[in-house]
C-alpha cells in the first residue's frame, strides 16, 4: 500500500499567532496611559473632522490598504466552479450572521447580562456587536485557508464577492438593525465611513495592486513588507481606544467577558451552519473548510472604525468591537481545528452518497 504525502499546512506568523496576547497588552498599556496621559488623549480625540477622527482614520487605512491589495476581482469569473459553496456563504454572511448577532446582542444586552452592564451603555453595546458582525472579514481568512488546505481560487473568489456586495450593503444591513433595536445612527456619518474606510481604501488598494502586479514578485513582496504595519496599525489604534475606555473598564472589568459571550456564539453557530450546509450540498471538504471559516469571521477593523466614527471612542460600541479583536484569532484557531479534525467525517457523507 503506497501513502501519499500530505502538503504541511502552513503556520501562522509569530505575530498574528500571538495577536491576542498583543492585543491584551495593548489594553493594559492603552489603560495606563489613559490614567497617566489623559490631557493627550483627549488631544487626539478632538482631532476631527465631521465625527471623523484624524488619528484613526490614518491608522485604519494603514490596516485595511494592505489587506484589500489581496483581493483580486478578476476572480469572479470563477463563481459557477463552486456554486453551492459560494451560495452558501453569501447566505451566512448576509442572510444571518448580521441578524443572528443583533438577536444574541438583543437576548444578552438587554436580558440575561443586563444587571451586570452599565444603563447607559446597553444599546452601545449592542450596536457595537452588530457593526462587527455586519461584514466579513477579508485579511484573515486566507491564512485560515491556508490552514485547512482550503481551495485558494475559493477563498479569493468568495473574498472578492463579499468585498464588492460589502460596497453597497454595509450601510443598509447596519442602518436596518439599529434602527430595529431603536438605537439613532447618524446616516451621514454612516455613508461617510462606508466611502472613507471601504470605497476609497479598496479603490487606492486595487491601483496599487494593478500597478505592482506589472513586475514579477513585487505584489508579493510589498504585501510582505506591509503586514507588519498593517497589525501595528491595529494595536495602536487600541492602544488610543483603551486610554479612553481606561476608566469605564477598570469600573466595569467583567464587561469584556461578557460581551465575549454572543460573539463566541455567534462565531460558532456560523460556522457549523455554513459547513454543515456544505456537506448537506455534497461540497468539496476543500471548499467547506475556507466557507465556515469566512461565514464566522468578522472584518474587526472595518467595525471598530465605523463604532468610532458612529459613537466615538468612549462608547460602548467601541468596546463591543475591541472585544471581537481580542478573542478572534482564538476562536478561528478552534473552528480550524475542528474542521481539520472533522474531515473523515464530513467526506464520509459524499461517499455514502456515491455508493447509493
Not at 100 to 121: D, K
Not at 161 to 190: E, K, Y
Not at 272 to 285: P, Q, S, V
Not at 348 to 356: C, D, E, K, S, W
Request: some cysteine; glycine content about 8%.
Amino acid at each position: 500500500m503506497s501513502a501519499v504525502a500530505e502538503a504541511p499546512r502552513p503556520a501562522l506568523g509569530g505575530f498574528e499567532r500571538w495577536l491576542s496576547l498583543w492585543v491584551a497588552l495593548c489594553i493594559v498599556a492603552g489603560i495606563a496611559l489613559g490614567r497617566i496621559a489623559p490631557e493627550l488623549f483627549h488631544a487626539l480625540g478632538s482631532l476631527e473632522i465631521a465625527r471623523i477622527n484624524l488619528p484613526v482614520g490614518l491608522l485604519i487605512w494603514l490596516m485595511i490598504v494592505p489587506m484589500l491589495m489581496r483581493v483580486d476581482f478578476g476572480s469572479l469569473g470563477q463563481v459557477r466552479r463552486h456554486w453551492r459553496g459560494f451560495g452558501i456563504t453569501l447566505f451566512v454572511n448576509w442572510a444571518v450572521k448580521p441578524f443572528s448577532m443583533a438577536l444574541l446582542g438583543w437576548i444578552f444586552v438587554r436580558h440575561v447580562f443586563v444587571q451586570w452592564l452599565p444603563p447607559g451603555q446597553q444599546d452601545s453595546y449592542i450596536a457595537g456587536l452588530i457593526l462587527l458582525a455586519a461584514a466579513p472579514c477579508t485579511a484573515m481568512v486566507f491564512v485560515w485557508s491556508q490552514l485547512v488546505r482550503g481551495e485558494a481560487n475559493f477563498t479569493l473568489t468568495q473574498v472578492a464577492l463579499n468585498d464588492t456586495i460589502m460596497v453597497f450593503a454595509f450601510a443598509p444591513i447596519v442602518a436596518l438593525l439599529l434602527g430595529v433595536a431603536a438605537i439613532a445612527v447618524p446616516w451621514t456619518t454612516l455613508l461617510l465611513s462606508v466611502v472613507l474606510y471601504i470605497l476609497l481604501p479598496l479603490a487606492v488598494a486595487q491601483v496599487m495592486r494593478a500597478q505592482l502586479r506589472r513586475r514579477a514578485g513585487a505584489l508579493e513582496a510589498m504585501l510582505a513588507r506591509l503586514q507588519p504595519s498593517s497589525l501595528l496599525a491595529l494595536l495602536a489604534t487600541l492602544v488610543l481606544l483603551f486610554g479612553f475606555q481606561g476608566e469605564a473598564i477598570l469600573r466595569q472589568p467583567l464587561v469584556i467577558a461578557l460581551l465575549a459571550v454572543p460573539i463566541t456564539i455567534q462565531v460558532v453557530f456560523n460556522a457549523a451552519l455554513a459547513y454543515g450546509l456544505n456537506r448537506l450540498g455534497g461540497e468539496a471538504h476543500c471548499v467547506a473548510g475556507p466557507s465556515a471559516l469566512i461565514g464566522a469571521s468578522n472584518f474587526f477593523e472595518l467595525a471598530v472604525a465605523a463604532a468610532i466614527a458612529l459613537f466615538g471612542f468612549e462608547s460602548g460600541a467601541a468596546l463591543a468591537t475591541v472585544v471581537g479583536v481580542l478573542i478572534e484569532v482564538p476562536l478561528m484557531l478552534a473552528v480550524v481545528g475542528v474542521v481539520n479534525r472533522s474531515q473523515g467525517w464530513y467526506e464520509a457523507a459524499g461517499l455514502a452518497q456515491r455508493g447509493r
